[in-house]
């Protein structure tokens, strides 16, 4: 049991909206801006950035590229190429996506900021860009229908994307029947969070769609459990790390346990390559089960995943008695970055 029930209990409670923020999007009305150029870029880290994944996932579904930055600035091609750039951040006082802003503005780029408010809205409402403000009080991690469905939005009307309204109400529908305050995907982690034990949380996704899933499994895990974990994808996976659960001999098979995100519009080589990939390392590392994904739309089909994920960290979270609010490692981080900003010398001290 955990040591703060109340705690879970909050975070519980903000992850059963998911549906209830992508409803939100769906309805969403953008005010018109002029007639976008260049690639879209997405700048945005966290579980503000992982918005941008989504969207890279959903438009290559439809045969389209965007493109995302998880960085400081803007990336090396930026000034010759022009893109449209969106920076997203929830609190709007993120270092990196505020660095992003500042250099698309300072290149004349046309600008889209996605925020609850912070610097980041007051500096774009000041220079006239468009703003999206998203509400606010909840935990960025726990806030990405918010982010997501206006990105969405916004890509659209950039031209990137399809209109996403039909698939964010099905997302909406699929996130409430999974982890919605009724849900019925809650027995499911229960037993997943449980068959994984005090193990490594390992996540197998697949190109093109269920590795951005599998990012968000592995950093739910971290963040909401306290535990370690890594993600992979298919079939890139097979010709490196299956190798590697040889040695420490017998170690991965204790201490480390796999859950698979499957989808039914897989490609047939990387189906086959999970189940030979399973069979030849069973007996290295512990398979813990398979999540496959509901729903019609890349978008459905990828929030089915989300909401599941959500629920299993939480569970791993209840049965380790871990704070899945607190982050005090990374509050802590960006305490000794502002100190070590204002105490910087001037020059190098080391080699």
């Given amino acids: 049991m955990t040591k703060s029930p109340s705690r879970l209990a909050e975070m519980r409670f903000q992850m ?6 992508l409803r939100w999007g769906a309805n969403l009305q953008l005010e018109s801006v002029r007639k976008r150029e260049g690639e879209l870029l997405v700048c945005g880290m966290g579980g503000s950035g992982i918005s941008g994944d989504f969207l890279q996932a959903v438009a290559a579904a439809e ?3 965007t493109t995302v930055h998880k960085h400081y600035g803007l990336p090396g091609w930026a000034p ?4 449209s750039v969106v920076v ?3 609190s709007g006082n993120t270092a990196e996506t505020l660095s992003s802003w500042e250099e698309a503005r300072k290149l004349g780029l046309q600008v889209t900021a996605i925020t609850s408010g912070g610097e980041l809205a007051e500096m774009a409402a000041l220079a006239g860009d468009q703003l999206v403000v998203i509400p606010g009080g909840y935990q960025p ?7 997501l469905s206006a990105l969405l939005r916004v890509a659209a009307q950039a031209g990137a994307i399809s209109d996403p309204q039909p698939s964010l109400e099905e997302a909406a529908h699929l996130a409430d029947n999974l982890s919605g305050p009724k849900g019925e995907g809650i027995g499911f982690a229960s037993e997943l969070a449980s068959a994984m034990g005090g193990r490594m949380v390992g996540v197998y996704g697949s190109v093109p769609l269920t590795q951005v899933a599998a990012y968000r499994w592995k950093t739910q895990t971290n963040e909401n459990a306290k535990r370690s974990a890594f993600w992979s994808v298919l ?3 097979t010709h490196n790390e299956i190798v590697g659960w040889d040695l420490p001999q017998g170690l991965a098979r204790r201490r480390v346990g796999i859950v698979a995100l499957r989808d ?9 390559r999970f189940e030979v990939l399973e069979k030849l390392t069973a007996d290295r590392v512990t398979w813990v089960g398979e999540v496959w994904t509901q729903g019609f739309s890349p978008l459905g089909r990828l929030i089915s995943l989300v909401a599941m994920g959500d629920l299993f960290s939480l569970e791993l979270a209840r049965n380790c008695g871990a704070d899945p609010m607190a982050v005090d490692l ?3 981080l960006k305490e000794e970055m502002d100190t070590s900003a204002d105490s910087a010398p001037e020059e190098p001290s080391g080699f």
Avoid at 141 to 147: E, H, I, V
């Fill in 80 to 83: 010759s190429l022009r893109p």
């Fill in 235 to 237: 079939p890139e996976t």
């Fill in 330 to 332: 990374i509050d802590r």
């Fill in 63 to 65: 045969g389209r590229r």
């Fill in 88 to 90: 997203v951040s929830y």
């Fill in 264 to 272: 039914r519009d897989e490609h047939p080589g990387v189906s086959r």
């Fill in 141 to 147: 991690r726990s806030a990405l229908g918010f982010g």
């Fill in 16 to 21: 059963t909206a998911l549906g209830a923020q």
